[in-house]
């Protein structure tokens, strides 16, 4: 953000669309999107379901590929999962493997660096500390809260030493408190890090009080609707960031993109099935 | 995935009765091993109906447990410890049988689950292959045993074709079907990782699978049994079965009997070994929950 | 395995559905037929396929086979329904006493780990050659899958749908049928299922082993006449019916619990 345009941007989505062939014919998830996320930006994306938010983190994940456009990652192309991004799944119960312990899970995630053993163990150690978690290598996920196991897939992202951390509705599956948790552990982390971070989310709140950009995706077909910039400041707060007022207009405006294509959209399509 | 499940043991330890969730601590082994052995009473009841229906209704064919027990304990167990109690009758036809099943399983084993990855990651060779793999899994094997005896004359080797050959079908067809049937959302998370193919193979996709690929082999430890006899019934000049018929020939009808309760202790532990090993690797499925899915 | 979403239903669709398979089976038998037309494979051991296709006309024509195999056949349905009406309602009973049910499993893991098939000698002493026999030594290998399944089925019943029939006060018997029952029936129909298949591998047994009547008998006379040809033909017929029978019961358990996903 602070870089400039001039810059290479860390993510450059350039006129991507996404569409699939389904029994009912050829169906848009994503349509001519266009966002350049800078170098340490935490950027929100929220939309209604159907938006395709989930589709575009996939596309910038490597682990889908874009029927067309490009998405460049420090300006290559990316084709397949890249090098220095890590992601971080909503289901942590299918993300973490629960046939290894929290080390191996962790391990694993450095396998492709070829490092050796110690490092690798140091960095176990430090990913797991940096979540809060400095005793917890020996466990195996499913001896673990749902909290707890979220924790260990972002330390597991944590370990690629990433310069961008993808995040797909990342505490859908979590208790409320346990959320906000993770929200500020997430905020701390993008800025002790210094990574970029790409969070997307379906709840409002979450989407603004996180980030510095929230973007506003519409559904059917899906497509960039609003790009919001958050002016926070760089610390949040549960309690005093949520009584800002300005916390509480962008939450509004938010809000109404998200909702409004709906009301004016489905109403008359559902009326008329 | 749209296949039912080709082979589910419905006494795979999936969510059954003994399937324990993240409940209460577990009470200690030994107190754990007294609750098995208490519930053996009604094993134990059907024996002794047994033991009392052939005291009260004797016949040549039908001789009581205690006298089987008996012929067992002079014909196959020594006070020789250095062979593990076991006489030398006892080496020589559970050895040969067993080396022969050993042979036999664990080949179908090293092929069908190799096959197997070939055939649940590959959408092309699972469509040309699917329909005559499970043409063979359905074939009653055991009917090629005349042509196995005439391909190999009686040798072990005709013993260890017809297992391999009864087994690595069900193998392979499980095998693929676990691959096929995994998570994808595992499948994301290790390419998202950049595992390689080694990796995401052997790291991955055999561990998620494996639940699958186990009840499949759990499955061919009882049929790999049953082909395992029947070999040696049909045509072999040692080995259990041998040692069966040739008591039932000799009008030896005590043997026979005790030939028959090393079958079944020999079957016991090997599917007792198997529940090990398979509670063993999949902890962390029971845990998890993810059993009954 | 098998190919899940159901493409366009264009004619090129079909040609492609089909040709995978076509594909396949004509791969296997392209080696089958190299193998034995190079000489690799002796003829008596693996006659080409052209001897055994012409073999299976030959088989079935000469009046014998058909009706032994329709002997087999029999046996095994007999074997298969005594076992069910039995063995279920059995499985349903102890399902239901808690205090049995852990000894019941310990009984049965014991008798299903004897390899049926080293009954047979016992089991021709005691009932002789006849089907009494085939169909005894075929309930005693498939009683035991079909009572564990029927007990697994009855575990995996959810207790707040026994709950909500115990809230509408409903009786004892009324749960069982309609909760427990309905709750347990894919689980039965799966060991069914397997069941099935491990009845025929006992029938045919004791048919190579000495039974009077059934299809194995024919396969074993023609092996002693040195007609290999006509054995791989009776072995690809059992396995074509094996594998029908197989599908249909597959099919029935997908049309009767359309609320079982298929993994």
Redesign the interface.
């Known amino acids: 953000m602070n870089d400039g345009a001039t810059a290479v941007p860390a993510l450059d989505v350039a006129g991507v669309s996404k569409a699939y062939d389904t029994a009912s014919g050829r169906r848009i998830a994503l349509s001519e999107t266009s966002v350049r996320i800078e170098a340490g930006e935490f950027v929100s994306v929220v939309g209604p379901s159907g938006c395709g938010k989930s589709t575009l983190l996939m596309m910038m994940a490597g682990l889908l590929a874009p029927s067309e456009g490009e998405i460049r990652l420090d300006g290559r192309p990316i084709d397949g999962p890249p090098p220095g991004l890590a992601v971080v799944f909503q289901d942590y119960s299918r993300s973490l493997f629960p046939w290894m312990s929290v080390r191996r899970n962790l391990a694993l995630a450095a396998a492709s660096d070829k490092l050796p053993k110690e490092e690798v163990a140091r960095r176990v150690q430090h990913c797991l500390t940096a979540v809060g978690l400095p005793d917890a290598a020996d466990l195996r996920p499913y001896q673990m809260s749902g909290g707890m196991q979220q924790r260990v897939a972002i330390a597991r992202a944590l370990m690629v030493q990433p310069q961008v951390m993808l995040m797909d509705e990342p505490f859908a599956a979590v208790d409320a408190q346990t959320r906000a948790d993770l929200e500020d552990l997430v905020v701390r982390l993008g800025q002790e890090f210094g990574a970029t971070i790409v969070f997307v989310t379906h709840d409002i709140d979450e989407a603004v009080y996180v980030a510095d950009r929230v973007l506003v995706l519409a559904a059917g077909p899906g497509r960039l609707a609003a790009d919001i910039p958050v002016d926070l400041g760089s610390r949040r707060d549960q309690v005093e960031t949520k009584l800002d007022p300005e916390f509480a207009r962008l939450r509004s405006e938010v809000f109404q993109l998200v909702m409004r294509p709906r009301a004016i959209v489905d109403v008359p399509v559902s009326a008329s099935a | 995935?749209?296949?039912?499940?080709a082979?589910?043991?419905?006494?795979a330890p999936t969510?059954?009765?003994?399937a324990g969730g993240?409940g209460p601590a577990r009470p200690p082994r030994w107190r754990r091993a007294l609750t098995?052995l208490a519930?053996?009473?009604?094993?134990l009841a059907?024996l002794v109906v047994w033991e009392v229906w052939a005291r009260a209704d004797p016949s040549l064919?039908?001789p009581p447990l205690t006298k089987v027990l008996g012929e067992f304990g002079s014909v196959y167990l020594t006070s020789d410890p250095s062979t593990l109690f076991l006489s030398a009758g006892f080496w020589d036809n559970a050895g040969v049988s067993l080396a022969r099943f050993l042979q036999g399983w664990l080949g179908a084993i090293v092929v069908g689950v190799a096959a197997g990855l070939a055939?649940?990651r590959s959408?092309?060779l699972?469509?040309?292959?699917?329909?005559?793999v499970?043409?063979?899994?359905?074939?009653?094997?055991?009917?090629?045993?005349?042509?196995a005896?005439?391909?190999f004359g009686v040798t072990d080797a005709m013993n260890v074709f017809l297992i391999f050959l009864g087994t690595v079908w069900i193998i392979l067809?499980n095998t693929?079907?676990g691959i096929?049937?995994v998570?994808e959302?595992?499948v994301?998370?290790g390419?998202?990782?950049?595992?390689?193919r080694f990796?995401l193979f052997t790291?991955?996709l055999l561990?998620?699978a494996?639940p699958r690929i186990l009840a499949g082999i759990r499955?061919s430890v009882?049929?790999a049994?049953?082909?395992?006899?029947?070999s040696e019934?049909?045509a072999t000049t040692s080995g259990?079965?041998y040692q069966?018929?040739y008591a039932?020939r000799t009008f030896a009808?005590l043997e026979?009997?005790a030939?028959?309760v090393l079958?079944?202790l020999i079957?016991?532990a090997?599917?007792?070994a198997m529940s090990a090993v398979e509670r063993r690797l999949l902890r962390?499925?029971r845990?998890?929950g993810?059993a009954?899915? | 395995m098998s190919t899940a979403p159901a493409g366009p239903a264009t004619t090129e669709g079909r040609i492609a559905r089909l040709g995978y398979p076509v594909a396949g089976v004509a791969s296997v038998v392209a080696v089958w037929a190299l193998a034995s037309g190079l000489g690799l494979v002796a003829p008596e051991a693996l006659p080409g396929p052209l001897a055994v296709l012409a073999a299976i006309p030959q088989l079935l024509g000469d009046g014998e086979f058909l009706p032994e195999l329709g002997d087999t056949l029999w046996t095994w349905l007999v074997s298969l329904v005594l076992t069910t009406v039995v063995a279920v309602p059995v499985g349903l009973a102890v399902g239901s006493v808690p205090a049995a049910q852990r000894a019941t499993m310990v009984a049965v893991n014991a008798f299903r780990s004897v390899p049926s098939s080293a009954l047979i000698p016992i089991g021709i002493l005691i009932f002789g050659l006849g089907i009494t026999m085939k169909v005894a030594l075929a309930v005693y290998a498939i009683a035991w899958p079909i009572l564990i399944s029927t007990l697994y089925g009855v575990a995996s019943t959810e207790p707040m749908r026994i709950d909500a029939g115990r809230s509408m006060r409903w009786p004892w018997w009324r749960r069982q049928v309609f909760v427990v029952l309905p709750s347990a029936l894919p689980q039965i129909a799966t060991g069914i299922r397997i069941a099935a298949s491990v009845a025929l591998v006992v029938v045919v047994s004791t048919e190579l082993l000495g039974a009077s009547t059934g299809a194995g008998v024919v396969l074993v006379s023609y092996q002693q006449g040195l007609r290999p040809d006509v054995v791989y033909a009776g072995v690809l017929l059992l396995a074509a019916m094996g594998a029908i029978v197989y599908a249909l019961l597959a099919g029935l358990e997908r049309r009767l619990f359309t609320w079982v996903p298929h993994v």
């Open positions: 995935m749209s296949s039912p499940a082979v589910a043991d419905p006494a969510g059954g009765p003994a993240p098995t519930d053996g009473w009604l094993l059907l064919f039908f055939l649940g959408r092309v699972s469509r040309m292959y699917d329909p005559i499970r043409f063979f899994m359905s074939m009653p094997k055991v009917a090629l045993l005349p042509v005896v005439q391909i067809v693929a079907d096929a049937g998570d959302s595992w994301r998370s390419r998202s990782l950049r595992l390689s990796a790291r991955v561990p998620a494996a499955v009882g049929t049994l049953i082909l395992m006899i029947v019934l049909y259990l079965g069966i018929v039932e009808y026979m009997w030939g028959l079958v079944a079957g016991i090997l599917n007792g962390w499925e845990r998890t993810l009954d899915l």
